[in-house]
Each structure stands twice: as structure tokens, then as C-alpha cells.
């Protein structure tokens, strides 16, 4: 029968016997499968494995340092890489949702790809990819998917030419999190919602600005935290909040203003094919909405979203 830590043994073993004294490079995203594909690895092989932990500037508030810093503290031989300014810079000027998609893989192959030039002789690449990614090519893409779905676009990156090894390819997401705990990885990270790899951009309607990620940033943080205060936020499947590309008028003290909408949007879901809207409490949402409109300044309402996919889709772009 398999259990996490037979698992775990062989496949130390048979890594260590692929791998021998060669170096692998692997790109972290924040998320479950590329955290456990690192740490499964780093037992096997030590600081021989080399991680990259690259931030777009898409990320939610603080999230860059704060899991960088978990990172570090599993024992990780990580780097991280602040390219924000380029990810941002690229992205000016474009609000198509598919343009925008583009623009963010395309950057994040070229800053990978040149980190990745920067390890002496590295000979593998390593990928998060899961059960589901090999059986479902359209599946929900990593900073290392995303690196296969782009590799055809223009020339070959350096990192393509390195042999692939994919430590989770034959596993489920709940063996990926069971796997996770036996290595000791916390809860915190293996319980966090999926987070697209595009991050804020594909929340942020139209053209992204460093100032509406800031907006956004906010208000996300103000309903994830109350998600977890209230004891909602593993209740969940994914939640998040989307800045919507049009003002509304509003009212302070006797002024009138123009400003943001946002959304909260919040899911139940197994696989992200299909999704509910959850029922959060009434006396929850009035209180994000007061909190985020009283302390985010430039968002003057905030809405609910209550449509279900399909037909709807959980990210608005
Ligand atoms: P949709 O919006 O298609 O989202 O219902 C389903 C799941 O996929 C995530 N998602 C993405 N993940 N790159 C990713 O890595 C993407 O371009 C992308 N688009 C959507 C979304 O967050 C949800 O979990």
C-alpha cells in the first residue's frame, strides 16, 4: 500500500541514484507542489539542488518576503529574485487578458532562464508537475508549466535543454499535501489556496498599474486575514478580491467621490473545473466591506460575487 513516507524513501533513493553529484535547478511559486517537489528533492540531494523564487510584483501584500523567509526555514538553498520592474514595465500599456498571460511567461522564462545560466554545469531541471498536469495538459500552470507551454515561442531557452525530473508527476494533490506533512513542510503552506501563476494581473481588470496593485494587495489582504480570523479561510477552496476597471460615485461626509469598485469572490471547488460560490456569512462580508472601504484609500464600494462556474470562471480574466 502507498503511504507518504514509502513514498518518500523511494523516492529519495532512486533520485539520488538519477542524480548523483550532477546539479538541479527548480523554480518555487509559493504554491504546494513546487514547495514539495523542493524539499522531497533537497533531502535527497542537499544543496545540490538549486531553487528559484522569482517575484513578478503580482504577488499578494508581503507575500514575497514572507515565503521566501518559510523557504529559508525548511532549509532551502533558495534565491530570490525581485524582478518586479520588469514583469511591471512590460505589462504597461496592455489590458487584453491573454496579452497580459503572455507578456508574464514570456518575462518569467527570460529572468529564469538567466538565473538559471548563473549555476556552474546544472545539468536537470526540476518540475512540480502533479497527476493531473500529465494526464491534463491544460491544467492549472506553475512558474515550471508555464515554462513548458512557452518553450516553442522563439529560441529554445537554456533551461529547455536540461533533463527534466518531476518527483510528483505520479501523484494526486492530496498525496502531494500527505507527502508535504510527512517532510515536515508547515500547514500554513501546504493549506493555502492555488493562486494563479499571473497572480494580481488577471485580478486587476485592464491595464495594470503599480498603484492598483497596491489597492488590491490591500483589500486582499483585509478579507484573507479576516477569512482566517473567523476560521473561514480552509473552509474555502480559493478566495481572493478583483479590481474592476470602471469608478462608481460615492459618498464622504459631504463630498462626493469617484472611485474603485472591488469584488470578493470565494469558491468551494476539488479541482477548479467546475465551482460554487460560497455563502459567506452576511455579517461577515459587511464587515470586509466596511473595513476594506474605510481603510483603502480610492475603493468606495465593494460587491459580492455570486456567480458559479460554469458558465462563470473563478478569476474575471
Ligand atoms: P478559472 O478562472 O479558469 O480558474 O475558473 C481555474 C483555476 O485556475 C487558476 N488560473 C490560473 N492559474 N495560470 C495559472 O497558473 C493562469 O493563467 C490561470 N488562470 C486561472 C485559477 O486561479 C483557479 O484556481
Known amino acids: 500500500t502507498w503511504t507518504p513516507e514509502s513514498f518518500i524513501e523511494s523516492s529519495i533513493q532512486s533520485l539520488r541514484k538519477k542524480i548523483g553529484s550532477e546539479k538541479v535547478v527548480l523554480g518555487l511559486s509559493g504554491g504546494v507542489d513546487s514547495t514539495v517537489a523542493a524539499v522531497l528533492l533537497s533531502e535527497a540531494i542537499g544543496d545540490q539542488l538549486y531553487c528559484i523564487f522569482v517575484n513578478n510584483g503580482l504577488l499578494r501584500k508581503n507575500e ?32 487584453d487578458p491573454e496579452q497580459k498571460r503572455k507578456v508574464i511567461g514570456r518575462v518569467f522564462i527570460e529572468v529564469f532562464d538567466e538565473e538559471a545560466l548563473t549555476i556552474e554545469d546544472v545539468t536537470f531541471l526540476a518540475q512540480g508537475t502533479i497527476y493531473p498536469d500529465v494526464i491534463e495538459s491544460a491544467s492549472v500552470a506553475g512558474p515550471s508549466a508555464t515554462i513548458k507551454s512557452h518553450h516553442n515561442v522563439g529560441g529554445l531557452p537554456e533551461v529547455m535543454k536540461l533533463k527534466v525530473i518531476e518527483p510528483l508527476r505520479m501523484l494526486f494533490k492530496d498525496e502531494v499535501r500527505k507527502v508535504g506533512t510527512a517532510l515536515g513542510i508547515p500547514d500554513e503552506l501546504l493549506g493555502r489556496h ?118 462563470a470562471t473563478i478569476e474575471w480574466e
Open 64 to 95: 514575497y518576503h514572507h515565503v521566501l523567509h518559510q523557504y529559508r526555514d525548511m532549509g532551502l538553498n533558495v534565491k530570490g529574485v525581485d524582478a518586479s520592474d520588469r514583469f511591471l514595465d512590460a505589462l504597461a500599456g496592455i489590458s
Open 194 to 311: 492555488p493562486f494563479p501563476g499571473p497572480g494580481l494581473a488577471i485580478r486587476i481588470l485592464g491595464e495594470v498599474t503599480r498603484e492598483k496593485i497596491a489597492l488590491v494587495q490591500e483589500a486582499d489582504y483585509i478579507f484573507i486575514k479576516g477569512l482566517k480570523e473567523e476560521g473561514l479561510y480552509d473552509k474555502v477552496w480559493q478566495a481572493g478580491v478583483v479590481l474592476l476597471n470602471s469608478k462608481s460615485v460615492g459618498v464622504m461626509g459631504d463630498e462626493r467621490t469617484y472611485e474603485h469598485a472591488i469584488v470578493l469572490r470565494a469558491v468551494h471547488s476539488t479541482d477548479g473545473m467546475t465551482a460554487d460560490w460560497v455563502h459567506l456569512p452576511y455579517d461577515f462580508l459587511a464587515k470586509i466591506s466596511n473595513h476594506i472601504i474605510n481603510r483603502v484609500n480610492g475603493i468606495n464600494r465593494v460587491v459580492y460575487d455570486i456567480s458559479s462556474k460554469p458558465p
